[in-house]
């Protein structure tokens, strides 16, 4: 480290601060698995040294070694378990390695202490955040050598060194050139990282495109240009899929890609996939995406969740800013620890991400109706999420919703086309709920709307209920569930002609009431049914049936509420029951079938607990029609 030790005066030695010591402690101590983040730090302070550099000299050409190339050198001694990281830097004086390396701001220090007691990040989330990223040497070092020399031509080399214990010392050092040495004993249990191999796989993890060149030996191992740092015009289609594929692991192509790149009103540089499949990946099979976050083109945070709204969590791809505060990047302190608050660079970052975004989905829908259709079958569902949780993008969100009609077939029609086909007189958006997109297609409520030509939605899916939370009207439609009792329809039909009298309908239903019990409100004549021989019906006052869509989707036994049964008189089914009421009130066939009745409406409309319970109800009957006696 110097040539002539017997020259120079002995090191001196000197304390950490008390903050220091219990940051070194948790690194010294620590049980984080993703100790390679030590590599990451390292580059990333060397990367940072050099932009001073290159700052300066903007200004000022009086520098040591104004000619040397700006880079930075990873060397490896297997034999002696060491690793040198080097860089041609600004370099540090012997105060600045006081000020730098030994001392760090107590609330930084506190803050990042209580976060790894808390053990709610791995050490790649939360190391960098709290201005302690060079003390995470300690996680694979017993003993750190830092030798230095300031880029001021008159400023002299000097040596900090420190087993990561309570002190360190500082002493004179020889060195020629301008920058920073970094050496790294290695413990008995971080031996693995003294591979040249191992190390080269770390850079490409986390520092591929940081600005300079990064040598191993004579070789450069990282790409210095990102792709997402390029204009758009420069980057082929090869290269977003091979990015794609190597954050994903998926082979298929992206269906549909976003390159963003601003200097105003926010440096942003950003690319943003969405998938082809839900799920995804040839090893790690999953359907959340990841954002993975870069500050100045060195990887932050491997899934930064919150620069997307939640619903468009399927989404992959990076985002990269030099506008980023100190309380998110790896070089400053975190404030407001654990109140999850995110910075005003941050929620413009949302906020432009989100809305373009929006934008691009739209586009596509406009542009590319097929290959959107392909993203609505997989994503759909997410969209649907947005519409109940996020107000603010509400209308937006509205614009992607697609459904299926009652005239729209296996087309997928928008809530606009759907109001410019509402027929004369129409002032409401009306939708039938199902267990099923076809249980909604035969849905007995469709009945009287059938007979208008009124088009209906179709909604068979958890997650409708669950959208309706946050759908209530559309441009001043109401949106109205087909399910209600006294829906006001416009136009004129004329009403089925019963076949039943008032005391055959009144004996029927007064033993099906019987047999049915609690599980029913009500039974009395429909004066809609046409096609179909019964239908559930909910009162004014009935609670939300969506929201019983909504426990079912999460998984909470519910209990079905008695609602009215109504029953077509008209129908060959309700006739014959009728006649079989009354020539025999105990006939076994009147009670299967009348249980049978009230489970095929639950089941149509996706709210029958356990269809299995049918089954034997189902053979009864079976067996009773294919009885010849």
Do not use: C
Request: a negative charge.
């Amino acid at each position: 480290m110097t040539t002539d030790q017997e020259t120079m005066p002995p090191p001196e030695a000197m304390s950490f601060r008390a903050e220091v010591q219990q940051v070194l402690h948790i690194l010294a101590h620590s049980l984080y698995t993703d100790r390679d983040v030590f590599l990451r730090e390292l580059i990333s302070n060397a990367s940072d040294a050099i932009n001073r550099l290159q700052f300066e000299m903007l200004t000022n050409q009086n520098v040591l070694n104004p000619e040397a190339e700006l880079g930075i050198w990873i060397e490896v001694d297997k034999e002696a378990k060491t690793i040198t990281v080097r860089d041609t830097g600004t370099g540090l004086t012997r105060q600045e390695m006081i000020d730098h390396l030994g001392t760090i701001a107590q609330s930084s220090a506190r803050a990042f202490v209580q976060q790894a007691k808390e053990q709610q990040a791995s050490a790649s989330e939360i190391i960098g955040q709290f201005g302690v990223g060079f003390y995470s040497v300690f996680m694979v070092a017993d003993k750190v050598s830092v030798v230095s020399r300031s880029f001021h031509p008159d400023a002299e080399a000097a040596v900090w060194e420190s087993t990561g214990g309570n002190s360190f010392t500082l002493g004179v050092a020889e060195r020629a050139e301008r920058g920073t040495s970094i050496t790294l004993h290695l413990k008995d249990d971080a031996a693995e990282f003294a591979n040249d191999w191992k190390l080269e796989q770390i850079i490409k993890r986390h520092s591929d495109f940081v600005s300079f060149p990064i040598y191993m030996g004579e070789r450069q191992v990282n790409q210095q240009k990102a792709l997402w740092r390029r204009a758009p015009r420069e980057v082929e289609a090869e290269q977003y899929k091979s990015l794609y594929q190597q954050m994903t692991m998926d082979y298929d192509e992206p269906l549909h890609k976003l390159h963003l790149s601003t200097d105003v009103p926010i440096d942003l540089h950003s690319i943003l996939f969405v998938p082809t499949k839900r799920e995804r990946g040839l090893i790690e099979r999953r359907i959340e995406g990841k954002i993975k976050l870069y500050s100045r083109k060195v990887l932050i945070q491997e899934d930064a969740k919150d620069l997307l709204p939640n619903y468009f969590r399927f989404i992959e791809g990076v985002v990269d800013s030099e506008d980023l505060p100190l309380n998110v990047s790896r070089e400053g302190v975190q404030s407001n620890v654990g109140a999850n608050i995110q910075s005003p660079v941050q929620q413009r970052i949302r906020k432009t991400l989100t809305g373009r975004m929006h934008r691009e989905l739209n586009e596509l829908a406009d542009k590319e109706p097929e290959k959107f259709a392909a993203f609505w079958k997989e994503f759909g569902v997410f969209i649907k999420e947005g519409v109940a949780t996020d107000y603010e993008q509400r209308e937006e969100l509205l614009k992607l919703l697609r459904f299926n009609s009652t005239t729209s077939g296996d087309d997928l029609i928008t809530l606009a086309d759907y109001k410019g086909r509402m027929v004369e007189g129409q002032q409401e958006i009306y939708y039938v709920m199902g267990g099923s997109l076809e249980a909604a297609r035969t849905s007995p409520h469709l009945d009287p709307f059938t007979a208008r030509g009124i088009e209906v939605l179709l909604f068979g899916e958890l997650m409708d209920g669950f959208m309706l939370s946050g759908l209530r009207e559309y441009e001043g439609l109401k949106l109205r569930n087909v399910d209600e009792a006294d829906l006001e329809l416009p136009g004129e039909v004329d009403a089925p002609e019963s076949r039943l009298s008032d005391a055959e309908f009144s004996t029927l239903a007064e033993q099906l009431a019987a047999i049915l019990g609690e599980e029913i409100k009500e039974i009395r004549a429909s004066k809609v049914l046409r096609d179909n021989p019964v239908r559930l019906v909910s009162d004014d006052d009935g609670p939300g049936r969506e929201m019983q869509r909504i426990q079912q989707m999460l998984g909470r036994e519910t209990i079905n509420l008695p609602r009215v049964l109504e029953l077509n008189p008209s129908h060959p089914l309700i006739v014959s029951l009728a006649h079989r009421a009354a020539a025999d009130p105990n006939d076994p066939i009147l009670a299967a079938a009348a249980e049978q009745l009230y489970d095929n409406a639950l089941l149509l409309e996706g709210l029958h607990q356990n269809p299995a319970t049918m089954v034997p109800r189902i053979l009864r009957l079976l067996e009773a029609a294919a009885r010849t006696e």
